[in-house]
């Protein structure tokens, strides 16, 4: 896989963007195909840098899914053109919402977790901006639909948020009225958010607010875990805990004690 393009329309008069997505790097299973997990980058980064380092983990059983936002004009570096999965002007939980990119890079994702087999089971995870997009797409495979209202078509066994934030907060809380399936999957849902204390571009307390905003819609299965002196990047620790979250949350070969 190597360029797509995603568009989803809200119902407005207006006309929806389209937007390019770069390269796709895929890593392959060394052993039996159990679950297939996309991980997002942050901004301005892209698939292929990720991609070497989750090929090195002790994970045979998961098949890795890297794709490369697309280059966009990003309010937070002024309007300049970065990759990034939606357009941003805070990296916080309280920042502007644009609704459309999210959408629009959440459908990016679906339409990648459903060429999977049957049988594969589905996570999503990520760092700082790729965090942000990864509980997008959980608020709406919970609730089961689109910011837009379209229906989401995928069903998540497993979220994964690095060095990021919960956007849509806000808004999240005027979701409690759900059907009954919805409050199933919301509180069903394993979600693992890891934050280094150190961070200074993503700052901890948005991430520690992240997951006290999850848990008080109805997530009620978030592992929250903080890193003292980290910053924003990953260390061997905090993988070695994603690791652990994924064998067991996945029911894959191996384990960790």
């Not at 995928?154 to 409050?183: F, H, I, M, T, Y």
Request: hydrophobic share 35%; with cysteine.
């Amino acid at each position: 896989m190597s360029y797509g393009s995603s568009s989803i329309t809200s119902g407005a008069k207006t006309t929806a963007r389209t937007f390019e997505y770069g390269r796709t790097h895929v890593v392959r299973p060394k052993g039996r195909h159990l679950a297939t997990v996309v991980w997002l980058h942050g901004l301005g980064d892209h698939g292929a840098s990720w991609s070497q380092l989750l090929e090195t983990l002790p994970l045979p059983n998961i098949k890795w899914i890297c794709p490369t936002a697309p280059t966009r004009p990003v309010a937070v570096f002024g309007g300049f053109p970065s990759n990034a999965w939606f357009d941003v002007g805070d990296l916080s939980e309280s920042g502007p919402e644009d609704i459309e990119g999210m959408d629009a890079s959440a459908a990016h994702i679906a339409n990648l977790l459903s060429a999977e087999p049957a049988d594969i089971k589905l996570g999503v995870g990520g760092f700082s901006m790729g965090t942000a997009t990864a509980l997008y797409s959980a608020t709406c495979c919970a609730y089961g639909k689109y910011g837009s209202g379209k229906l989401y078509p995928v069903n998540l066994s497993a979220v994964v948020g690095l060095s990021g934030w919960l956007p849509c907060a806000r808004s999240l809380k005027n979701k409690l009225e759900v059907s009954q399936d919805a409050a199933r999957r919301t509180s069903s849902l394993p979600i693992l958010l890891c934050h280094g204390k150190g961070d200074d571009v993503v700052l901890y307390k948005h991430g520690e607010k992240s997951s006290q905003v999850l848990k008080s819609v109805g997530f009620e299965n978030v592992t929250f875990k903080t890193y003292n002196g980290l910053g924003h990047y990953t260390v061997p620790g905090e993988m070695e805990d994603v690791c652990k979250f994924l064998v067991t949350t996945l029911g894959l070969d191996g384990s960790y004690s």
